[in-house]
């Protein structure tokens, strides 16, 4: 679930369980994987493409998430968790007990 969050603001596929394909740049994904594209490109089975301002997929509905080759998963895994390490740190520094 992190390497998907850190994938933000890149271009992504989505696989779809109906066997529809979603590219676009990544937006926003949730704790529970709902992923919200804009500038995609939907892929029907039968090759029908429709373009699409923004797309919200449900996460029940995705097979798959593909995602460029020359991507470091580690890395981006490794940056997310220090991200929130940090910000865990910050807000307990903050925090007024």
């Given at each position: 679930m992190c390497f998907v969050q850190a994938l933000v603001g890149t271009v992504i596929v989505i696989e779809?369980?109906?066997?529809?394909?979603?590219?676009?740049r990544l937006e926003h994904c949730d704790?529970?994987?709902?992923?919200?594209?804009?500038d995609a490109v939907r892929v029907t089975p039968s090759g029908?493409?429709?373009?699409?301002?923004?797309?919200?997929?449900?996460?029940?509905?995705?097979?798959?998430?593909?995602?460029a080759p020359s991507i470091?998963?580690?890395?981006?895994?490794?940056?997310?968790?220090?991200e929130r390490f940090?910000?865990?740190?910050?807000?307990a520094r903050t925090a007024a007990f």
């Open positions: 779809c369980r109906d066997d529809v394909a979603v590219r676009g704790d529970d994987m709902h992923c919200t594209l804009v029908a493409k429709t373009k699409l301002e923004r797309v919200f997929v449900r996460a029940r509905s995705i097979r798959y998430v593909h995602f470091d998963p580690v890395e981006l895994i490794e940056s997310k968790r220090l940090h910000g865990a740190r910050h807000y």
